[in-house]
């Protein structure tokens, strides 16, 4: 993770760089979840110094923006791959990285030592701007759709100039769709109803349509370059997502629209959009599996048993995940909760958070993890990448923690669900009591365990990162020279 | 491959053809969508609560007026009902003081980041109560916050409240203290009192029956 | 009780089709989906063309 010393192309350095920042956020990320974790079983730690609200911007802050740097570099290292050619401006690539990375910087200083601010416009622009997600104060806002457009200007001029495959015509498209639809939340309006209403345009055209296509091309992307699958079947399949995706997950938006004060007609067409949006991610799995079977299968055929078609097997073991998690997380776990008679109960309860951390992991991290083994390889020039101990522990750990939160989230969300909600009818004392009641506890104590085996994972894939470079390398070379010997 | 794609299902065009196709009309249709659900949403006038006219989100000056939430037979839930005029903070707000003070409300909610404890509208985070219809709450209506806080009203136990949660702690997990002045603490129930009177279908479902049961006390603790 | 009564708050397009039987949704699932049936006919014409 290190060193850049066999990358021929300066976009890749680049994507490298955007991987090294995006490591450490994830661990800020997991860190400040932690201590959320903690608050629910007692209240007073940090109080008044580091409070609940701030302790979850940044635990869900780090995870936006570092999942936003892994998406990228993901891009600047497949670019040169897809297109054939480098990036058309490195110097101004650079110059962004550099710049993001200080804002970010300065973002997360200020939320931890000014935190908040009066209620006046200059909170939001220099502070926090106190909306879910996308809580970066203003200024920080136009400086990313600043450094969003040099990064778009390089992918598009890129694009043109060079190879243009299937995979980089969908993601030309998407980036645009994703950098735009930014702009829905940079905003200010006292009507509660109509800011939620745009801040679902970002939130959920983000993480249920142009992300998830994202996913979709980095998908494509690993599979040829790890099983060298076939690249006009896997293009077929990426159409094929991408038809089904946008398809359910546009109109599927109206799943947000039931309780915020718009009009009832949503509850139809969220229902059953959204319903269709597990469709998709089936397919996603189905592809996947099935092409690594399928390339297995012909490279046994003609290299006899023994034989691997995988050529970094920590990334493709994270490609599969992500192809189970995406469906289980956002599929499943999505599908529980979307129909507006069940929603009506479980809208804003932990079903909610259950679904986000399964959700986030499976559709996201598991791919974006892939993209950083990926670059690993290429930066350390190996032809074929195994798994250590570490990268195992790492997966293992990690994917065991956040099933294990998610299930105890879920409990403690059908607890809130049916005493809060059902039995007591949602007031400020039903809420307390269903917090108190000890399932919910329990859930919780449960919760605060699973995530600090998810740390603890999270720091052998750090060390798996920083270190398998050096020993597959090592190790190739070994087995050249016993070879030549 | 020429002569072996015969099948139009194993063609890459015509799933790029159609993935573009069904991507451009669900934008198109989203858009029309939009346009129509903004034009509903967007807040009423004065002249709207003074005349009866049901808007789903309702002008500032809705603070004016007693609000309520009822089992309407018509729509199968419970929807906010906007009764006679009350003061608020002792007094009428014309439409332009009011206005300014939902915006001062609005922008505190935001600067105090609130939604990362509560919910408002079931969006946000789950450590705190949601918000939606906090003006409303049984708790605050029966007297039991506003006797404890010492207060004759409820929007002035409420400031009184939100300046100095760390004084009146009801759980272990408790408000911290957010610097909230008074101005800024009389905007936030201005902006909360607003909110209560939005039309959310329905939801939280089921939330007068808190005001029953606290009544009875069958199930309270 | 097919067609239920209008019972939102504002009367629109949409909110008339969502008064009958999934009405809105098939209206909406007819749009995207029906012009494919087209697309998979010329596409299918142009690829017996090309042989």
Not at chain 1, 415 to 438: K, S
Not at chain 2, 104 to 114: D, E, H, N, S
Not at chain 3, 18 to 39: A, C, R, S, Y
Request: some cysteine; glycine content about 8%; overall charge neutral.
């Amino acid at each position: 993770m290190l060193t850049n010393k066999h990358l021929k192309y300066e976009s890749q350095k680049i994507g490298m760089n955007y991987f090294r920042v995006a490591i450490v956020l994830f661990g800020a990320q997991l860190l400040f979840g932690l201590v959320c974790a903690i608050q629910y079983l007692w209240p007073g730690f940090l109080f008044e110094t580091l409070d609940f609200n701030i302790a979850r911007i940044l635990h869900i802050n780090a995870l936006v923006v570092w999942m936003l740097f892994a998406m990228l570099g993901s891009v600047y290292y497949l670019l040169p791959d897809e297109a054939g050619r480098d990036v058309v401006g490195a110097g101004l690539g650079k110059l962004g990285f550099w710049v993001l990375t200080a804002a970010v910087t300065v973002v997360v200083l200020v939320y931890l030592f000014i935190q908040i601010g009066p209620g006046k416009e200059s909170t939001i622009w220099f502070i926090n701007e106190g909306r879910e997600y996308i809580e970066a104060p203003r200024w920080a806002d136009i400086g990313i759709v600043a450094i969003v457009l040099i990064f778009y200007y390089n992918v598009f001029f890129t694009y043109i100039k060079g190879r243009q495959t299937g995979i980089l015509t969908v993601l030309v498209a998407d980036l645009l769709a994703l950098a735009g639809l930014y702009l829905a939340g940079v905003f200010f309006t006292d009507n509660i109803s109509m800011d939620q209403f745009w801040w679902w345009w970002v939130i959920h055209l983000w993480v249920e349509a142009t992300w998830e296509v994202f996913v979709g091309a980095l998908a494509a992307y690993g599979l040829i370059k790890i099983l060298g699958a076939k690249r006009e079947i896997v293009e077929m399949w990426l159409w094929i997502e991408v038809l089904l995706l946008f398809g359910s997950g546009i109109l599927g938006l109206g799943h947000h629209y039931f309780w915020i004060g718009t009009p009832e007609y949503w509850w139809e067409i969220g229902a059953l959009f959204s319903s269709l949006e597990p469709v998709p991610l089936v397919a996603m799995f189905v592809h996947v599996l099935y092409d690594w079977g399928k390339e297995q299968g012909h490279k046994e055929a003609v290299e006899g048993e023994g034989a691997h078609a995988v050529s970094n097997s920590p990334a493709m073991a994270w490609i599969a995940l992500n192809a189970f998690g995406n469906f289980l997380g956002a599929g499943i776990w999505g599908f529980f909760h979307t129909l507006p008679q069940v929603n009506i109960y479980t809208h804003g309860t932990q079903f909610t958070a259950a679904h986000g951390h399964l959700a986030f992991f499976g559709a996201y991290a598991t791919i974006l993890i892939a993209m950083m083994y990926l670059g690993v390889q290429g930066a350390y020039g190996i032809k074929k990448m195994t798994m250590t101990f570490k990268s195992k522990m790492a997966i293992g750990l990690i994917t065991f923690g956040v099933i294990g939160m998610t299930v105890a989230l879920t409990i403690a969300g059908y607890e809130q669900v049916l005493v809060e909600r059902a039995e007591l009818g949602a007031g400020w004392d039903a809420y307390f009591i269903a917090q108190n009641l000890t399932w919910m506890k329990q859930a919780m104590g449960w919760r605060l365990v699973m995530g600090v085996i998810t740390f603890i994972g999270f720091v052998y894939l750090l060390w798996d990162l920083v270190t398998i470079g050096e020993v597959e390398e090592a190790k190739e070379a070994n087995e050249l020279q016993s070879a030549v010997a | 491959m020429s002569n072996k794609s015969a099948s139009v299902w194993t063609s890459i065009r015509f799933w790029r053809r159609s993935a573009a196709w069904v991507t451009a009309t669900a934008v198109v249709l989203l858009m029309w969508l939009t346009f129509d659900t903004v034009k509903q949403i967007s807040m009423g006038s004065d002249e709207d609560l003074k005349k009866g006219i049901r808007k789903r989100i309702p002008a500032p000056t809705v603070i004016n007026y007693h609000i309520d939430y009822k089992f309407s037979k018509k729509r199968g839930h419970e929807v906010p009902v906007i009764g006679q005029k009350e003061p608020f903070f002792g007094k009428e707000w014309s439409p332009k003081e009011a206005a300014a003070l939902l915006h001062k409300g609005k922008l505190t909610f935001q600067a105090k980041a609130c939604i990362d404890c509560h919910t408002a509208l079931g969006n946000g985070a789950y450590y705190a109560p949601d918000l939606t219809k906090a003006w409303l709450d049984p708790k605050w209506n029966n007297g039991t916050m506003t006797a404890m806080i010492g207060k004759k009203t409820k929007e002035e136990a409420m400031a009184e409240f939100l300046m100095h949660p760390d004084k009146y702690p009801t759980h272990g997990r408790m408000m911290p203290n957010l610097h909230i002045t008074k101005d800024e603490a009389i905007a936030l129930v201005a902006f909360l009192k607003h909110m209560s009177s939005i039309d959310t279908n329905g939801f939280p479902r089921n939330f007068s029956i808190n005001a029953k049961r606290l009544k009875g006390g069958t199930n309270a603790h | 009780m097919i067609i239920q009564p209008f019972t939102d708050v504002n009367p629109s397009f949409f909110g008339m089709l969502n008064q009958g039987p999934l009405t809105l949704t098939i209206f909406l699932h007819t749009v995207l989906i029906l012009p494919m049936i087209w697309i998979y006919f010329d596409e299918k014409k142009k690829l017996q063309n090309k042989k």
